[in-house]
C-alpha cells in the first residue's frame, strides 16, 4: 500500500497546519497508521499513531499539541498541528501497516515523499 502526505507549508510559531494522508486502498482496512518526521542529520521519528479501533500514540515532544485522526470516508489520516514551535520543522512522512508494532517502529521498506513543514520564529 502507498501512502501519501501532504499539506505542509510555511508558518510563524505559534500557528496551526493540517497534514493529509491518502491511501492507494481503503485507509479503512489499514490497521495502524502514524506520521513521522525527519531534520537533517536525525533519524526519522515517531510523531503520532493511530490504529483502526483509534487507539493513538503520541511522542512526547508534541502531546497536547497534535492530534492523529482518521475519516475512513475521505480515506485520510490527517495530523491537526497546533501551537507551532520552530523545532517542529520537519519533513513528515506517514505510512501504515496491519502490525502496531512495525507502524510504531517505522519499520518500513519504503517511504512516500513526504511534506515539508517549516515554522519560523
Known amino acids: 500500500v502507498q501512502l501519501q502526505a501532504s499539506g505542509g507549508g510555511l508558518v510563524e510559531a505559534g500557528g496551526s497546519l493540517r497534514l493529509s494522508c491518502t491511501a492507494s486502498e481503503r485507509i479503512s482496512s489499514i490497521n495502524a497508521v502514524a506520521w513521522y518526521r525527519q531534520t537533517p542529520g536525525k533519524q526519522r521519528e515517531l510523531v503520532a499513531a493511530?490504529?483502526?479501533?483509534?487507539?493513538?500514540e503520541y511522542a512526547d515532544s508534541v502531546k497536547g499539541r497534535f492530534t492523529i485522526s482518521r475519516d475512513n470516508a475521505q480515506n485520510t489520516v490527517y495530523l491537526q498541528m497546533n501551537s507551532l514551535k520552530p523545532e517542529d520543522t520537519a519533513v513528515y512522512y506517514c505510512?501504515?501497516?496491519?502490525?502496531?508494532?512495525?507502524?510504531?517502529?517505522?519499520?518500513?521498506?519504503?517511504w512516500g515523499q513526504g511534506t515539508l513543514v517549516t515554522v519560523s520564529s
Open positions: 493511530v490504529s483502526i479501533g483509534s487507539h493513538k
Open positions: 505510512n501504515g501497516d496491519s502490525s502496531w508494532g512495525i507502524t510504531l517502529a517505522g519499520a518500513f521498506a519504503s
